[in-house]
């Protein structure tokens, strides 16, 4: 029995030492887990009694069970290795077989699967060509085609216009030139738009141009001026020389102004005269008559009367009395003149002067826009062009009191687009400075659907152009689009008391690609990067759990294959429930402690040392027994 008890412990302390070898074989084997061999003692017991002291009969190998404990990380340079941090095992799929294994050692084959060394290839969960997970598990396949370029069909942007800003267009009303004498004695009403008190102008005190200029510039919003004018028909050069005694005379509102009329020869020796007298408001010129005649101006700037009269001493000459006319500019503010006298020539007036725009919005003059902003969008072509959008200021409506107004203008390549090159949106916003409302629609929204994609040349470049006429445009633009409409959301733009700045500017278009790289996620996301700054999800590595994961078969290749005692895998995405995460650019090295396998390679040497003294031992007691005679 003894000889049977030695084999027994020799045969155990044999495959310790294989196992132990084993281990430390695979010490450096990435992903593999290291076991541990289990003994039990052996009894022989007969079917009615074992006896009170039974005797051992050795020693029996139970079990060789792994240890599935976490390994060390390691970071490599390959962007496909991968390692789990926690529980789970890759799914590999050997052609129709599926195995498990914990190396993450992959890349890419001919067909661009995702394989490991053995080219087995790794399974997950696939995407669509729009990089949506389908959550339906198959061969992870990296595509190494150009990504298709997607035309912009939204816009959004967040900004603040600075409320300080002041309003750079003006709206004015030239009226005028008014003869002094047609409004003379008119009173009149001025309303405004802005919900100022109406103002009354009376002209009944006023005896000349210039009281009355100085009369309507009481009224807000109304700017005048006077001149008057007089023109000497028949005062030339010919009538001057042929004059037996030229007289001239020239009188402001009834006073005379002294001037010298000694020598006079020419026509240029009296405007000499005139203009080297003490009136600085008066100045004279010579004109042409509309005959081909040159004859005398005088001008005075302030729009005072003048009366005057010359004679050449032979009985010819001329004298009248000259009164002064007003010019008249209306700001916007000014809505309505209404005549209070039976007199309405300025009322009449003002309704048939037009409205003249100064400093008007000009793209190509920074003067006249307060912001602005650029932007790239993409046509269905992939080509990209720029997207400006211009912010103007406007004056509040109402008594602009809790309220304000932007309009808004946009261009692509240097061209009005959405209608804003006859009409521009309108932004009104609230006393909080929060946009209420863009041409009316709450949700901050502008459709733009009249642009046709054009090429360098200024001609159509081939790309899908806006919706025919007629054709009814739903926002947002559904998928997939048919035409180069598109929608920018304003809903978050506010007006603070700040400078101009732009929070967010982000559009869903872009130009074709080619794959640059790959990214992994912690969740296990394929993501391929492109040249033209996007990324897409590929696909999901899946990974899989089991109840009981000792029960698992190894079958070479760090691998294992699912047993009746395993159980059936449970299988989902990476980070998830008990499923550990994924590190990216790392793999998992074996768990095998090589100072700990060292030492039981002595304990297992130890062992088959002892047993083989046992067969020894007993050898040297049988033969005792067969010298005896």
Known sequence: MAFNTGLSGLR?????LDVTGNNIANASTVGFKGSSVQFGDLYAS?????????????VRVQDVKQSFGQGNISFTDNGLDMAISGDGFFILNNGGEIRYSRAGQFGIDKDGYVVNNQNM???????DEDGNLSGIRGDLQIETGNLAPR?????????????RQSVLENRVRDIGPLAFSDIQGE????????GSPDYTVDLTAATTARQAAATINDADGLSASATTTAVFNGLDDTFIQNASNFSFSLNVNGAPLALDTNNINSLQDLVDSVNNSSETAISASIVDDGAGNDVLRVVHNQGETLDYSFADGNGGGNSATVEGEVNVTAAREVATINALTADADFQAAFNASPIRITNQFNPLDQRTYNHATSTTVFDSLGNSHELTQFYVKEPSPGNGVGVSEWSIYLQIDGELVAGTDTSPYTARFDQDGTLQSIDGDPNGEILVSDWIPKGEDGQPNGADGPPAPGETVVTPIPEPPTTSAFVID????TQFGAAFGVNDQQQNGYTTGRLSGLDVSDQGVLFARYTNGQSQALGQV???AFNNTNGLSPVGDTTWVETFDSGQPIIGAPDTGTLGSIKASSLEESNVDLSAELVNLIIAQRNYQANAKTIET???????IINLR
């Open 490 to 493: 304003l809903g978050d733009t």
């Open 121 to 127: 290839r790794v399974q997950g969960y696939t995407a």
């Open 187 to 194: 009173q009149f009403d001025v309303t405004y738009s802005d």
């Open 46 to 58: 007969g079917f009615l009694s074992a006896g009170t002291n039974p005797v051992g009969d050795g």
């Open 542 to 544: 899946s990974l899989a």
């Open 12 to 16: 155990a302390a044999s495959v310790d």
């Open 151 to 163: 035309r912009t069909t939204s816009l959004q942007t967040d900004l603040n216009l600075d409320s």
């Open 618 to 624: 007993s050898d040297a007691v049988t033969q005792t």
